[in-house]
């Protein structure tokens, strides 16, 4: 059993790394857009913001495992198979895209307006307001963020398992559920709860440090 487990812990940690890595990278994009377009943003833009807003809460409203569904075309695009460890990345990023969208734009419209304004006082540009007035003083709520990020993404990578996605999920539902070995089934919840403990505790950490 323990063989299975931790390769499974490996293959969930495989998923749920890279997945977060690549949802934050893109998530930051239509982030910084809906901040800046915002009605107290650098340049209020009621229609741009007003569409990517309205995507952003579309594609937050799918399940998991109806969007794990609807996008199987694009993962075999993507990853060359609809199942598996690796296929399963393609649909984590694109449930995590809208979450880290979110989540990143309130950590950035939550900084103080008075610093933004005194930063075009002395003349900063955009880009160094963003990147050095929006960014360095919301990374306290950003690491938050990316901690809720990873949890979800633990749990959505557990839901897979029904999907041939490889991992916990996959080991509890093969083993435990299907062969109604309940001894797989407790100690893969009890892994997944250890973990997702670890990580909040890591966040925690990482929150306290940056502020």
């Known amino acids: 059993m323990m063989g299975t487990i931790l390769q499974a812990l490996g293959e969930t940690l495989y998923m749920v790394g890279i997945s977060t890595l690549l949802s934050v990278v893109i998530g930051f994009i239509p982030a910084v857009i809906l901040t800046i377009t915002a009605k107290d943003g650098l340049h209020p833009n009621k229609a741009v913001y007003g569409v990517l807003d309205f995507l952003v809460n579309v594609f937050r409203s799918f399940p998991f495992i109806i969007l794990m569904i609807i996008i199987i075309p694009f993962t075999r695009l993507v990853a060359g198979r609809a199942i598996g460890t690796t296929a399963a990345i393609v649909p984590l990023t694109v449930s995590a895209i809208p979450f880290v969208a979110r989540v990143m734009e309130s950590a950035l419209r939550s900084v103080d307006p008075g610093v933004i304004e005194a930063a075009k006082s002395f003349g900063a540009s955009d880009a160094q307001i963003i990147f050095r007035v929006y960014m360095k003083e919301s990374v306290p709520s950003v690491l938050a963020g990316i901690t809720l990020t990873v949890i979800n993404l633990v749990g959505y990578s557990a839901m897979g398992g029904a999907l041939g996605a490889g991992g916990l999920g996959d080991v509890a539902i093969r083993y435990g559920y299907q062969e109604y070995r309940i001894d797989y089934l407790i100690v893969t919840s009890l892994v997944l709860?250890?973990?997702?403990?670890?990580?909040?505790?890591?966040?925690?950490k990482l929150y306290d440090f940056s502020l």
């Open 193 to 204: 709860i250890v973990f997702v403990q670890l990580i909040q505790y890591i966040g925690n």
